[in-house]
């Protein structure tokens, strides 16, 4: 019942714009060690853009473009023909493109507590999840760590039914 509830069939995904606001990118040059990692965000886009899945182009933004912070560069994103391969869905109003990562694969059940034993009308299920990557994660190097949750059963006349599985 917990893998079969929409929240937990809701896969991990990467939305990627058509176009965002970003510094310049610095001349290539060896990493220092004292060098700021980039967001997770930006990092995930250069490497799908490494990937051959996406190309960028950018240019100084214009004095309307990317107001919130001046001095920064205007990116687009186009897709790659190699992206098809990953079925992205295009977002609304053109906005960009979203990638499934991964999908929750159930483990284990690691528990389970009753409101009242005798007659339970409620229960509280512990139990263990992982992300299985999809190809494109698996390029990504997702990981595959263990998750603890619980999920909130209730008993009615027709039996259990989910009334929350947390994440």
């Known amino acids: 019942m917990i893998e079969a509830h929409p929240r937990f069939r809701a896969p991990q995904t ?5 176009q965002y606001c970003g510094a310049a990118p610095a001349p290539s040059s060896p990493p ?6 980039p967001p997770p965000s ?7 853009q490494q990937l051959g899945v996406i190309a960028t182009t950018h240019r100084a933004a214009s004095a309307t ?20 391969t990953f079925h992205p869905t295009s977002l ?11 999908r929750r ?3 284990t059940i690691d528990g389970i507590t009753y409101d009242n034993p005798g007659d339970p009308k409620m229960a509280h299920v ?17 990981g595959r760590a263990t998750q603890g ?18 994440m």
Do not use: H
Request: a neutral charge.
């Open 65 to 84: 473009e990317c107001t919130s912070t001046p001095g920064r560069e205007l990116f687009t994103v186009t897709l790659a023909k190699s992206a098809s």
């Open 32 to 37: 220092s060690a004292n060098a700021t990692p």
């Open 105 to 107: 694969r159930f483990l």
């Open 149 to 166: 949750a619980s999920a909130t059963f209730l008993r009615d006349g027709n039996g259990w039914i989910v009334r929350q599985p947390g």
């Open 126 to 142: 512990q139990y263990a999840w992982t992300w299985e990557p999809e190809l494109l994660g698996q390029l990504l190097a997702m």
């Open 14 to 18: 990467l939305r990627v714009p058509v």
């Open 92 to 102: 609304p109003d053109g906005r960009g493109w979203e990638f499934v990562l991964a």
């Open 42 to 48: 930006v990092s995930r886009l250069e490497s799908l």
